[in-house]
């Protein structure tokens, strides 16, 4: 079955420092989506992106987060400047379309240190 | 608001039994869907069952059915014949089909132990 696929499954930076999150969506997928879980609490939507852009985006998606789908298969979360806070549990998915449920990444732990 | 709510932050059931996992959501749309998650210890997300708020029948896929009551505005979840591998958190999620946002809303997730 097509999975979506998240590297590194967890990273350790220290605070300051800038960090890319890979995913590898499922390659007839058009909608991607950042999700992140703060250890413990509930799920929390980032950014969608739609057709080389972000389709919309929550207000914890600052300045110091970026998206991008650089070569046409992966699609990449930065974090320019980590703060301790954005110790998290950071998932990818990816949807078929507009309106089809999503598949899921098994997510990346960055820890923050 | 809340837009989801999950009421139960966590349940026991003994292995073989049937539980449910509650969750209500809010919404003015008239179109949305609701979606249930297992995340097991290892910290995956896997997709369980879907309702679309038009669709007339209740979901079900396998042992896991949703009880879905729109004019109540809930969407539980049903598991029958629990196993001990069904222990997991649970996530109720709703995506709102108005506007621009195909993003998921969660709960605070259910956290279910099955005893044996």
């Known amino acids: 079955e097509p999975e979506v696929t998240q590297t590194p499954s967890h990273q350790v930076t220290q605070m300051g420092q800038e960090v890319i999150l890979r995913c590898v969506p499922i390659s007839n997928h058009l909608y991607f989506y950042w999700y992140r879980q703060i250890l413990g609490q509930k799920v929390e939507f980032l950014v969608s992106?739609?057709?080389?852009?972000?389709?919309?985006k929550s207000e914890i998606f600052d300045d110091q987060f970026s998206v991008e789908r650089p070569d046409g298969s992966n699609f990449t979360l930065k974090i320019r400047s980590t703060k301790l806070e954005d110790s998290a549990m950071y998932f990818c998915?990816?949807?078929?379309?507009?309106?089809?449920?999503?598949?899921f990444g098994s997510g990346t732990r960055l820890t923050v240190v | 608001a809340q837009k989801i709510t999950q009421t139960q932050p966590g349940m026991f059931v003994q292995e073989k039994e049937a539980v449910t996992l509650d969750c209500t959501y809010d919404t003015s749309d008239q179109s949305y869907g609701l979606f249930w998650y297992k995340q097991p210890s290892s910290g995956e997300m896997i997709f369980l069952i879907y309702?679309?708020?038009?669709?007339?029948q209740n979901a079900t896929e396998g042992r896991y059915s949703l009880n879905f009551q729109k004019a109540r505005k809930s969407a539980n979840l049903v598991i029958s014949a629990s196993q001990l591998g069904d222990s997991a958190m649970y996530f109720c999620a709703m995506r709102e089909n108005s506007g621009s946002a195909r993003q998921l809303t969660f709960g605070s997730g259910t956290q279910l132990t099955v005893l044996p």
């Open positions: 992106f739609y057709n080389n852009e972000i389709s919309e």
């Open positions: 309702q679309g708020s038009y669709d007339e």
């Open positions: 998915a990816s949807s078929e379309a507009e309106y089809y449920g999503y598949t």
